[in-house]
């Protein structure tokens, strides 16, 4: 089966360290890659994606994920993490199945204590 | 701006009553989403659709229906045959290969 894992239900970090939010995918074919980020009662955020190329993508807020194909992983880092960093964040793959969907982690929170 | 926006904010349901949750885009995106989050397990799929007239079944749509009649709007039904509907909802868009834009959801309460 086709899916996403995020190992860590919750990160904690101390502000101006580095951070890092685990994802672990699992699909056939070339996988579409993405993170999102959301704060509390609101839609989630887009923050970076990997669909080809570089493997090191950069996205907003300076957030940026490695693409690691053998290991089959995305994980998001941050160099120096800020208070307003914490929040609940989602790894995602785009698969085709005859169209296009998205199968999201279950979501691991970041808590960045001043 | 170019945006998704659900409404109401807040939406309150009787036993046995349906209701609609609004979810309108003017981002020109063809592909619109329906996706369920309760706490501690993440976005579950309910329906989606990628063209206008044309709308597929996600991993959760017992209980629930859908209908794209124009391609800026894709509303969700909550039938009462949904047993369990108190949770967060969220509508999103993309193009085909891009990532999603999301709606600031649809907090549904059984009362």
């Known amino acids: 089966a086709q899916s996403v894992a995020q190992p860590e239900d919750q990160v904690n970090v101390a502000e101006g360290n580095p951070l890092t939010v685990k994802c672990t995918y699992s699909?056939?074919?070339?996988?579409?890659l993405f993170w999102y980020v959301q704060y509390p009662n609101r839609g989630l955020q887009f923050l970076l994606k990997?669909?080809?190329?570089?493997?090191l993508v950069k996205g907003s807020y300076g957030f940026e994920a490695e693409f690691n194909k053998s290991q089959t992983s995305f994980h998001l880092k941050k160099p120096s993490a800020l208070v307003s960093d914490s929040a609940l964040y989602f790894c995602?793959?785009?698969?085709?199945?005859?169209?296009?969907?998205?199968?999201f982690g279950a979501g691991t929170r970041l808590f960045v204590k001043a | 701006d170019g945006g998704i926006t659900q409404s109401p904010k807040y939406l309150f349901r009787k036993e046995g009553q349906n209701v609609t949750l609004s979810c309108e885009q003017n981002?020109?995106?063809?592909?619109m989403y329906w996706y369920r989050q309760d706490p501690g397990q993440g976005l579950r799929l309910i329906y989606y659709?990628?063209?206008?007239?044309?709308?597929q079944k996600g991993d959760i749509a017992e209980g629930y229906s859908v209908s794209r009649e124009k391609k800026e709007s894709f509303p969700l039904t909550v039938t009462s045959a949904q047993k369990n509907p108190t949770a967060f909802y969220l509508c999103?868009?993309?193009?085909?290969?891009?990532?999603?834009?999301f709606g600031s959801g649809t907090r549904l309460t059984v009362v």
């Open positions: 999103a868009s993309s193009y085909t290969e891009g990532g999603y834009t």
């Open positions: 699909v056939s074919g070339n996988p579409y």
């Open positions: 990997y669909i080809t190329g570089d493997n």
């Open positions: 995602a793959v785009r698969i085709s199945t005859g169209g296009f969907k998205t199968i």
């Open positions: 981002l020109n995106h063809d592909a």
């Open positions: 659709s990628q063209i206008v007239n044309d709308f």
